[in-house]
C-alpha cells in the first residue's frame, strides 16, 4: 500500500517561510518516478506547485517560481518544498505527489498517488 505522509504545514505570516516534508513508503518506484507538490485553496482546482523528476530536472507553477524551492532524498523516498516570501495567495492545502510510469501491453500508463494534504495559511 502505498503511503505519502506530508508534514510542515502550519500559519505563517506574510513574507515568511514554511518548508514542507514528505515521505513515501509502500513501492519500489519512488526513486525511478517524479515526485512534487500540488494544492488547492477552497473554490479553485488542484494546481502544479512544484515537480522534480528522478533525474533533478524541476518544473514549478508560474506563482511561485523564484519564491520555492523544491528537492528531494531519492534514498529516503523523499520530497521537500521550501517556501519563502510567502503571500496571502499562496493560502491552500498542499498535497504530495507520487508518479508512476509503466509499459503494459506496449502502452504506456501514468498513475498519481497522494498524501492526505497539509494546510497552510499565510496571514496577510
Known amino acids: 500500500q502505498v503511503l505519502l505522509l506530508e508534514s510542515g504545514g502550519g500559519l505563517v505570516q506574510s513574507g515568511g517561510s514554511l518548508r514542507l516534508s514528505c515521505v513515501a513508503s509502500?513501492?519500489?518506484?519512488?526513486?525511478?518516478?517524479?515526485m512534487g507538490w500540488y494544492r488547492q485553496a477552497p473554490g479553485k482546482e488542484r494546481e502544479l506547485v512544484a515537480l522534480?523528476?528522478?533525474?533533478?530536472?524541476?518544473t514549478y507553477g508560474e506563482s511561485v517560481k523564484g519564491r520555492f524551492t523544491i528537492s528531494r532524498d531519492k534514498a529516503k523516498n523523499a520530497v521537500y518544498l521550501q517556501m519563502n516570501s510567502l503571500e496571502f495567495e499562496d493560502t491552500a492545502v498542499y498535497y504530495c505527489?507520487?508518479?508512476?510510469?509503466?509499459?503494459?501491453?506496449?502502452?504506456?500508463?501514468?498513475?498519481?498517488?497522494w498524501g492526505q494534504g497539509t494546510q497552510v495559511t499565510v496571514s496577510s
Open positions: 505527489n507520487a508518479k508512476r510510469k509503466t509499459t503494459q501491453h506496449m502502452k504506456v500508463l501514468m498513475y498519481d498517488y
Open positions: 509502500g513501492g519500489d518506484f519512488f526513486s525511478s518516478n517524479a
Open positions: 522534480m523528476t528522478s533525474g533533478g530536472d524541476p
